[in-house]
T-cell receptor
Framework: DGGITQSPKYLFRKEGQNVTLSCEQN?????MYWYRQDPGQGLRLIYY???????QKGDIAEGYSVSREKKESFPLTVTSAQKNPTAFYLC??????????FGQGTRLTVV | AQSVTQLGSHVSVSEGALVLLRCNYS??????LFWYVQYPNQGLQLLLK??????LVKGINGFEAEFKKSETSFHLTKPSAHMSDAAEYFC???????????FGGGTRLMVKP
């Protein structure tokens, strides 16, 4: 089945740690995105990539980093510089303007 | 710049009643508009999309939405609510290269028995 796989589903981070969230797609989509979701705030764009080896900052990129070494993969690293990382993170991909396909999300909690 | 406003962060209806979730947008070019549904702790699933064809768009699970350019609206409706419709609904607009979706703040739909 084609789709987007995010892992892990739940992730716990200690203060000062970097953690990496995985996002893999087998839809052959060029564009991939990372969104952060907080209660009552909708989805906010962190980073996006339209092509391999290229990515751009979204609205809330500070404290996050990404890479796009393969078309299928777009991992997100939440660095220690992100002071409030507890949130639900969603990865998406698309091939044109018609729609984006979403993964099932990763819930990150700081302990 | 594009933006989306969803009126009402929470909407409560009785089972069998009409569902109306409101969405207004702003866009400098003809927009593509979307409604997504999210169940707890899950990703977003596309309900329906407007891509400049018919202004009345039918989606999954009995939902439909009407694009009204004069009102810059794209409200989501369903004639009769089911308990399984309880979820969060997001309206989104796309206008730029790279399919940049801008989302509204979401509306949580509650269905009372």
């Amino acid at each position: 089945d084609g789709g987007i796989t995010q892992s892990p589903k739940y992730l716990f981070r200690k203060e000062g740690q970097n953690v990496t969230l995985s996002c893999e797609q087998n839809l052959n989509h060029d564009a991939m995105y990372w969104y952060r979701q907080d209660p009552g705030q909708g989805l906010r764009l962190i980073y996006y990539s339209q092509i391999v080896n290229d990515f751009q900052k979204g609205d809330i990129a500070e404290g996050y980093s990404v890479s796009r070494e393969k078309k299928e993969s777009f991992p997100l690293t939440v660095t220690s510089a992100q002071k409030n990382p507890t949130a639900f993170y969603l990865c998406a991909s698309s091939v044109n303007r018609f729609e984006a396909f979403f993964g099932q999300g990763t819930r990150l909690t700081v302990v | 710049a594009q933006s989306v406003t969803q009126l009402g962060s929470h909407v409560s209806v009785s089972e069998g009643a009409l569902v109306l979730l409101r969405c207004n947008y702003s866009s400098s070019v003809p927009p593509y508009l979307f409604w997504y549904v999210q169940y707890p702790n899950q990703g977003l699933q596309l309900l329906l999309k407007y891509t400049s064809a018919a202004t009345l768009v039918k989606g999954i699970n009995g939902f439909e939405a009407e694009f009204k350019k004069s009102e810059t609206s794209f409200h989501l409706t369903k004639p009769s609510a089911h308990m399984s419709d309880a979820a969060e609904y997001f309206c989104a607009v796309s206008e730029g290269a790279g399919n940049m979706l801008t989302f509204g703040g979401g509306t949580r739909l509650m269905v009372k028995p």
